[in-house]
């Protein structure tokens, strides 16, 4: 089910606009609902490219809800507003149950990370559903637990390519959902924030070491909620980098129309 395209005021500039924080890059953006297996709304967003059929599909898992994580959680937000445009990347962003945002709230209750796995299931069946290709996870925090938990198991991992983990806290996932990714062989990159406040970087290494096609990256200077523009850039640019296949340098100035989001 879906209802009415996101509002932004797009206005044309006679130069090149700069790329900020803030700037909402064209797209064919759509409010939708997901319906879980046991019968739950969510409601979420998705962005695709305008015209163009998608190289990849992103299905984001956002930070932990009562911690204040949602489907407008920075990065998440900040990649719907680019991705499309700059990298033929679609983005799928929602609310896991219990949790609300400006789009709205999800039916249910948090219950951390165990029926979030129907959450995860519908998201993936939506974007099955869509006709889509190249699929691919995002979890950040919260949301790594449920890739690392359910991704790598039917009836998703199926239908998806991979997964990109950013500071994942290893707090609910055990050495056996960690198994689950090795015996499934699909690809798994892991952004580990230098000063992350649950797992930095030379314990992840050892603790994914279990996954022996798991690519785990330190990042400098970082920390769990990777604040600042040029951990955005990184990140966008190392998930656009796997899941196209290829090196990728996001452009930093837009040559037509933007909108400024609040």
């Not at 939506?126 to 996870?137: D, I, K, Q």
């Not at 925090?141 to 690392?148: D, I, K, Q």
């Amino acid at each position: 089910m879906t209802s009415s395209e996101p509002a932004y005021q797009f206005s044309e500039s006679s130069e090149p606009a700069e790329i900020r924080a803030g700037t909402v890059l064209p797209a064919d953006r759509r409010n939708i609902e997901l319906t879980t297996a046991d019968g739950k709304t969510l409601v979420g967003e998705f962005a695709a490219p305008v015209g163009r059929v998608p190289a990849a599909t992103l299905v984001t898992l956002h930070p932990l809800p009562t911690a204040g994580g949602f489907m407008d959680s920075h990065i998440y937000r900040k990649a719907s507003f680019r991705l499309p445009a700059l990298a033929d990347i679609a983005v799928l962003r929602f609310n896991t149950r219990g949790t609300c945002s400006p789009r709205g709230c999800s039916d249910g209750e948090f219950d951390g990370g165990g029926l979030e796995q129907y959450d995860l299931q519908a998201a993936v069946q939506w974007v099955v559903n869509e006709g889509l290709t190249n699929v691919w996870l995002v979890g950040w925090s919260f949301g790594t637990e449920l890739c690392l938990k359910y991704g790598a198991r039917e009836p998703v991992a199926e239908y998806i390519e991979g997964a990109v983990l950013l500071s994942p806290p290893l707090h609910r996932a055990t050495d056996a959902d960690l198994d689950s990714w090795a015996e499934a062989e699909l690809p798994l990159l892991v952004l580990v924030p230098e000063h992350d406040d649950y797992l930095q970087p030379p314990e992840a290494v050892s603790r994914f070491a279990r996954v022996p096609q798991a690519r785990v990256t330190g990042v400098d200077g970082a920390k769990h909620l990777w604040v600042g523009e040029k951990y955005v850039s990184r990140i966008l640019e190392e998930v656009a980098a796997v899941v196209l296949g290829k090196p990728v340098a996001l452009a930093t100035e837009w040559n037509g129309p933007t909108a400024r989001a609040d």
